[in-house]
């Protein structure tokens, strides 16, 4: 059955289900993305339940270290750009589980940012526009000691080689010496 309405109550359901994206509703969700664009709903309302969904990702991943779910925080805490939820994201960084290099790459990846240099994405970058130099340091070394070159296994050798040339680019842009 066709609906012409949806409750906000029910946007904001719809809203949670797809990531916090309109991008991903769009894509996933099309019916619900044209009855959601219709209620018009402020971005004011939709960062504050984005900021529910961070916490509530927050106490799950509190409870399990799970990488994914550390990455789907990183996401959802991109637009937030602030002193808080940078040092929020570096506290959770040492309860990640893990378990072997794929995953410490991963999470690697993550605080360098996963765009082309030149976006400036990722952690080091958000703590460096904040002046926040010594947080730029210590995710600087904690990437250093996620990749490790000299334990990964073969098959990640290039994918930490990579890597390492990604940071050390990173740590000139910032003027980081350790």
Known sequence: ???????????????MNNKCSL???AREDKLNYDLYRKLNI???????????????Q??????????????SI?????????????????????????EDTKTALCIAETIMGRKILSERSGMIFWAYDLGMKKEVVMLCRKVLSLINIDSV??????????DYETIEAIMDMCKVVL
């Open 1 to 15: 059955m066709f609906k012409a309405k949806m409750t906000l109550e029910e946007a904001k359901r719809v809203y």
């Open 42 to 56: 402020s971005s004011m309302t939709e960062r504050k339940w984005k900021k529910e969904m961070i916490d509530g």
């Open 58 to 71: 927050v106490k799950q991943f509190e409870k399990s270290g799970d990488v994914d779910l550390f990455n």
């Open 153 to 162: 296994e073969e098959r990640y050798q290039a994918r930490a080689k990579r």
């Open 74 to 98: 990183c996401e959802l805490c991109e637009c937030f750009n602030d002193r808080n939820t940078l040092c929020l994201l570096m506290g959770l960084i040492d309860k990640i589980n893990i």
């Open 23 to 25: 991008f991903v509703m």
